[in-house]
Nanobody, 125 residues
């Protein structure tokens, strides 16, 4: 059974940092690209960042470029999102997501078949 467990969220002041983690199990993690997706209050799901299976190719939505860094440790079956210089508009529930097709680094929401339970990130003074 595929499981994705998100953690690391919390309350942080503007300009602060957080590191999210996603522990994966039940599939060959090292063979799949992975993504982070977020949902802000009252808004739809938004793709944030993706990484290929080996970790050498990363992609970001424009609003987080230069502030967020996605990475993975295939030996630990874990996906990360380092978030720096956080802004109030980054407030959202963050989900890691596994794509249906293993090579999908950046996809539409319906191209992901498994999701973590989400971790809340709140940026506020």
């Amino acid at each position: 059974e595929v499981q994705l467990v998100d953690s690391g969220g919390g309350l942080v002041q503007p300009g602060g940092s957080l590191r999210l983690s996603c522990a994966a199990s039940g599939f060959t993690f090292s063979s799949y690209a992975m993504s982070w997706v977020r949902q802000a209050p009252g808004k739809g799901l938004e793709w944030v960042s993706g990484i290929n299976s080996g970790g050498g190719i990363t992609r970001y939505t424009d609003s987080v470029k230069g502030r967020f860094t996605i990475s993975r440790d295939n030996a630990k079956n874990t996906l990360y999102l380092q978030m720096n210089s956080l802004k109030p508009e980054d407030t959202a529930v963050y989900y890691c997501a596994k794509p249906t097709h293993r090579a999908t680094i950046r996809g539409s929401i319906d191209e992901y078949d498994y999701w973590g339970q989400g971790t809340q990130v709140t940026v506020s003074s």
